[in-house]
């Protein structure tokens, strides 16, 4: 899979993509200063979000439209007031990509109805993320798809069969580079609910490039993301934690984000290939093993003892396992303190 230059899959360090969402909190020049933040963290990619209240939600006031959960970020909130606080101006998405694209980064964004996508294209957008609430909105992925663009699905909450149907729909409308990932839809997201081990089964499930939409906070989880076949990762993002926001809590700062890109290519270096018996790099400290050794001088037709045959370090002796069958043998010549024990030796 290939999103503007840069190639994803398991063979290339993992696809980092910094999601500002509503980090901006209605400033054009905080936009274009997270922006450069995510540059200098190391991020591939800066994701926006492509709506307005109107084109999300109803402007509504009934229960079903207000959050009634104590443990969410945003209780009490009217959903047209938070999508409103949060969302991207429209006017800002040129600027912004501009800005990633002069410092080498993508830059593209999760649509929301046919209006974004239509937006977006005019644009000249590398790429499109469908989010987690959008997974089953065939409709939509069907529209995106027929762009010939690349898209990454979060799947959320969705059952098998959902992805199944989301991948297929993405599959019959044109998508040829497409992936899906493994997303917890709670805000924060906690280690025990991220369940990473989906991501390899997801991978042979539905063969495509798998990653991780990660809203736990630290990049332990990421890491292990990539040792199970995460060959993309998405954090939010933003300047300071402190200065607030609809997501500021379970963002990174791009200290953070920076760690992240070390740790996870560290991660991805680090898997390999199956081996066994040492590598190359190891060779050298063949030196310090354990082998036999004569601890004594001895005549020829001396008999080693415990006290004249000892297992230590360097080695370069015969291997321990024969300690007890050259233990009572003679030796063939004279033979020093510090010599290697070999089978010339013995008689």
């Known amino acids: 899979m290939k999103i503007g230059n840069r190639s994803i899959g398991l063979g290339h360090r993992p696809y980092l993509i910094a999601e500002m969402s509503g980090n901006h909190n209605q400033s054009l020049e905080r936009a274009l200063e997270i922006v450069e933040a995510a540059a200098r963290s190391g991020a591939d990619a800066v994701k926006l979000q492509t709506y307005t209240a109107d084109t999300i939600t109803l402007d509504s006031s009934r229960p079903d439209f207000v959050i009634n959960d104590s443990e969410s970020l945003w209780n009490g909130y009217r959903l047209y007031d938070l999508y409103d606080e949060a969302h991207t101006p429209w006017e800002w998405h040129k600027p912004i990509m501009d800005h990633a694209k002069a410092l080498g980064m993508d830059c593209f964004s999760s649509a929301f109805d046919d209006t974004s996508v239509d937006f977006l294209e005019t644009l000249g957008v590398t790429a499109y993320k469908i989010a987690s609430f959008e997974c089953t909105d065939l409709p939509l992925i069907a529209k995106v798809a027929r762009t010939g663009k690349p898209m990454i699905i979060s799947t959320g909450m969705a059952t098998v069969g959902e992805i199944d149907a989301a991948v297929q729909t993405a599959r019959e409308n044109g998508c040829g580079d497409l992936a899906i990932l493994k997303c917890t839809s709670t805000y924060p997201a906690t280690p025990e609910n991220t369940n990473v081990r989906t991501i390899s089964n997801m991978r042979d499930t539905f063969d495509c490039e798998v990653g991780l939409s990660d809203h736990t906070m630290g990049c332990g989880v990421s890491v292990v993301a990539v040792a199970f076949g995460a060959s993309l990762i998405e954090k939010h993002f933003t300047l300071r934690r402190a200065d607030g926001g609809v997501d500021s809590k379970f963002s990174l700062e791009p200290d953070e984000f920076a760690q992240l890109r070390v740790e996870t290519e560290r991660a991805w270096q680090s898997l390999g290939q199956i081996v066994y018996g040492g590598t190359k790099a190891e060779s050298g400290s063949r030196a310090f093993r354990r082998s036999l050794y ?18 230590v370090r360097p080695g370069y002796g015969l291997d321990p396992k024969f300690y007890e069958i050259v233990l009572g043998k003679p030796v063939t010549r004279d033979v020093a303190k510090g010599e290697r024990v070999s089978w010339d030796m013995i008689a």
Request: no cysteine; charged share 30%.
């Open 294 to 311: 004569v601890a004594q001088d001895m005549k020829s037709g001396d008999m080693f003892t415990s006290e004249t045959l000892r297992i």
